[in-house]
């Protein structure tokens, strides 16, 4: 909600609108709300976000630079589907990335800060428990950014961002093997130590944490499923 003036009034809202539907897309990719393959246009896009085709079109150039979406012929795009061998070399990227991002983050965490991380933990399992997997994805993403977030360097930040709009959708494929209980995904899932690690301001133990949720969540998705093999 727009913040008000010292007048009363409404501040206006700066952000531009193919900025925002950028983001939306952006945050759709990363939390795993768009699957592997999935066709997108943008009609149907701005017809469900209200907007027209231009800042919808606007953001697939953006995304499609940055290898989240691949064009396709009749001018729509598509959610990548991934080689393994490339699933597993932004995998490796992602250990370096985020493990750095989570000991550099465990220094400068504290207060309330620390407790809005605890509180995203909390919803994290709660998300597993509950049965509901885009729930799941999403207070994944949210954790995780919520920790990286106060790593202090914004650069390693848009490169974390730019690996999990590549990723994201295929993490939905943790839900494989989980079908009957959606709490099983737990077992692979280190939240629980990342914040035990904060708190006890042990920034390798963090980092330890954290490699060992991406590499066991990356093993489970290469079991479980078929990847093309010339995709990439």
Partial sequence: MADKTRFGLTALDTVPLHEKVYLELVRALMSGQLQPGQKLTSRKLAKELGTSD???????????????????????????????????????????LEGTAAELATKRINGN??????????ELTQAARSGDIDAYL????????GVYRHCGNEQMIFLIETVW???????RNLRIGFEDDLAGILGIDYHEEVVAAIEARDGERARAAIVRDIAEGATHILEQIKFPKQRH
């Fill in 113 to 122: 800060n620390l407790r809005a991380i605890r509180r995203l933990c909390a």
């Fill in 165 to 171: 709009m590549q990723v994201g959708p295929f993490l």
């Fill in 54 to 96: 231009m800042p919808v079109r606007s953001a697939f150039m953006r995304l499609q630079a940055l290898r989240a979406l691949s064009p396709m012929p009749n001018g729509s795009v598509e959610v990548p589907l991934l080689s393994a061998d490339r699933f597993q070399q932004l995998t490796a990227v992602r250990t370096v």
């Fill in 138 to 145: 999403r207070k994944n993403h949210d954790f995780k950014f």
